[in-house]
Nanobody, 115 residues
Framework: QVQLMESGGGLVQTGGSLRLSCAASRTIFSFNTMAWYLQAPGKQRELVAVITRGGATTYSDSVKGRFSISRDSTRNTVDLQMNSLKPEDTAVYYC?????????WGQGTQVTVSS
């Protein structure tokens, strides 16, 4: 019965920053990974950042050094800090949480970076 709700998307100029947030309707006590994906128009969804239960993080080559994934247990969120944004970052961004029994997806939030 967990629901994910995303926020923080919008329009930003090249070089700017955005912070995406994915809020869970209740605390998830046992999870394998929390992740952010992107999907550009006409393309398949692809992984951009993942954080494990132990706190290890992994990033795609295109965002390494610019994006940072984190979780906040007090606010029950997983966040994606995006810095030095480029037009090629333009996409719909989705939150994903994987537990032992289910995979949960957020509804997606649009990020548009102007040149």
């Amino acid at each position: 019965q967990v629901q994910l709700m995303e926020s923080g998307g919008g329009l930003v100029q090249t070089g700017g920053s955005l912070r995406l947030s994915c809020a869970a309707s209740r605390t998830i006590f046992s999870f394998n990974t929390m992740a952010w994906y992107l999907q550009a128009p006409g393309k398949q969804r692809e992984l951009v950042a993942v954080i494990t239960r132990g706190g290890a993080t992994t990033y795609s080559d295109s965002v390494k050094g610019r994006f940072s994934i984190s979780r906040d247990s007090t606010r029950n969120t997983v966040d994606l800090q995006m810095n030095s944004l480029k037009p090629e970052d333009t996409a719909v961004y989705y939150c994903k949480v994987v537990t032992a029994e289910r995979t949960y997806w957020g509804q997606g939030t649009q990020v548009t970076v102007s040149s």
